[in-house]
């Protein structure tokens, strides 16, 4: 149980409901949040600049820069810009004197530099393509962008040609010669993003070289990938960066190499060759002297424990820093004298901050409440974010030893405090094999004692992912909370935070392990919270936790009122042949379909149909082309034709999430309204 997250949340809730107005959070009051974004720490530690967009009653949104005097305790944050648009990325000039953004001021996306000391921002870069990230050489003297271009051009005019004929063609048809043809919601056009390297001398930049020309793989990776996979080395001359090597089996590895190229173009060097899984961020020590990066070890296994290595660049010795510590990091940051390393990781149950020391591998955690994401360390601090069921985030200082917590902003501060959240706790029992198995329950806004409440029970995606502390913009726990619902999720067997071993044991188990721990949970909280009614529940679920809905089906079809299924997989044979990321079944099931035919049947909803009775309520988007949304249509049209209970709710603009703002409202207002029918008493 975490003490400091169940205060955080009485005393949230207590400041909500003191005030007159306040009402349980709805799907409009979370479209609405103000979002604060983009931030960057001066090198000499003393000023931090940060974007807020913020979204007036009318929802209409606009967004601007602010700086804050961090040596000064009750700073006030000075606003830095008021241009229409959204300025981003931003990045402090090595002199602290000015940053550098990106901004869309111009018709396209162009980098941008902007004093500290007053005036109008200056554009850096008038380039025909858009610039989608970048970032400066130690000294500032050069900068490296990435830009979406056509391998075969060698300039960027005949990019922006080559766009037009295509945009000018009579034909629409598209021609392939190898996978992958299409990735998360987009069909390959046979463009990458490739990266540029030009100088930052206060002449406009209006050409860059192409340090990855003729190279047919994607610099950042598509498509979450940013900057954090590029880097400069120490001196300059080199730019180190994440990518796949060139080949026919992008669909079926996960083998991310880590490349070097000098800053003028010409041969790329392979500095992670032997490693056949997925190495990550390259970030070098404030001297230059080590480079540390994040490695898996299993060959397509993308939820692999990210290990942190080291390699000495002066003699080449390489070594895992702290090879016994079970969490897998997902970002890398140096002390200012490159004695310890601060990343951040999911752990049990939340995403904390730790301090590890690269040479003796000892691992400390300095913050361990919610969901927090590193952003500076500031000499004798550090800076970060901090999100968590009850607050939709903020930045905060904290010290080095963990303590004198501070909070900068306050962004949401107004709209909070008419909200009100519900109480939560984390929770344990024993799930599979006796094993410890965690969770969280969430109170009703307007919980009253010794009334029952119907369940809300959430069931995660990934499948190695977790509902965790945390604020999601779109399965915001909260919302069923503030619909009337107790909020039930279990981090079953094969969630993230727990070690690699509980995340490993969902692979080649998918309906087994899981399904049991969820079955406990559920006994265990509707036992230890009597306010929970086990009778009248609903389950809902995306994705993996759409394939639960459909295995609940199948196996537990006595346990709910109601399901609601998101993009959850029905027939894992015709899953298999559709899904994009081929590295990703074929792991989880030990191999192709027909090399493993047996396991991807043992496990596929489309085999216990017969037992299906559940109401449930089917959601989808057409662009999502990692579960393709004719496994949500088979899984609708089975249940109308055998009579279930069945609603259909597609998306022609959506992909895996629900993006669009309205289209969430949207999807909000089906999904309480299919759970009251069912759950009314």
Known sequence: ???????????????????????????????????????????????????????????????????????????????LTSAAGTEHDVVFAPDNKSIYFLANRSGSSQLFNLALSGGEAKQVSDLPLDVNGYKLSPDGKQVVMTMRVFPECE??????????QLADSKTTGREYKQLMVRHWDTWEDHARNHLFVANVDGKKIVDAVNVTQGRDTETPPKPFSGMEEVTFTPDGKHIVYSAKAPSKDQAWTTNYDLWKVPVSGGETINL????????????????????????????????????????DTVTGQEKEVAPLWDRSPHSITFSPDGRNIYVTAQDVGQVTIFEVNPQFGDVRPIYNDGSNSLIAVAQDKLVFKHASLVEPGDLYTISLEGENLQRLTEVNKEKLAKVKFGEFEQFNFKGWNDETVHGYWIKPANFK?????????????????????????????????????????????????????FTDSISKDWGGKPLEDLKKGMAAVTEQQPWLDANNACALGGSYGGYMMNWFQGHWNDGFKCLVNHAGLFDMRSMYYVTEELWFPEYEFGGTYADNKELFEKFNPVNYVENWQTPMLVIHGEKDFRVPYGQGLAAFSFMQRKGIPS???????????????????????????????????
Request: include cysteine; proline fraction near 4%; glycine fraction near 8%.
């Open 1 to 79: 149980m975490k003490t400091s997250s169940i205060l955080f949340a009485m005393v949230a809730a207590g400041m909500a409901s003191s005030v007159h107005s306040a009402e349980p959070f709805t799907v409009q009051d979370l479209v609405s949040m103000n979002k604060v974004h983009s931030y960057a720490v001066s090198p000499d530690a003393s000023t931090l600049v940060y974007g807020v967009k913020v979204i007036d009653d009318a929802g209409e949104a606009s967004s601007d820069l602010y700086s804050l005097d961090l040596t000064k305790k009750d700073a006030k944050p000075q606003q």
């Open 272 to 311: 992670t060759e032997d490693n056949k899984a997925w190495d990550s961020h390259p970030t070098f020590s404030p001297d230059g002297r080590y480079m540390a990066y994040l490695a898996m070890t299993k060959p397509g296994f993308e939820a692999d424990r990210y290990r942190i290595m080291l390699l």
């Open 647 to 681: 609603e259909l709710l597609m998306f022609p603009d959506e992909n895996h999430w629900i993006l669009n703002q309205d289209n969430l409202q949207q999807w909000y207002e089906n999904v309480f309204r299919w759970m009251g029918r069912w759950t009314a008493k």
């Open 155 to 164: 300039t960027l005019t005949c990019t922006v040609e080559k766009k037009q």
């Open 449 to 501: 004692e010794g009334e029952k409440y119907p369940i809300a029970y959430l069931v995660h995606g990934g499948p190695q992912g977790s509902f965790g502390n945390s604020f999601s913009g779109r399965w915001n726990a909260q919302l069923w909370a503030g619909a009337g619902y107790g909020v039930v999720m279990v981090d079953f067997h094969g969630s993230t935070g727990y070690g690699q071993a």
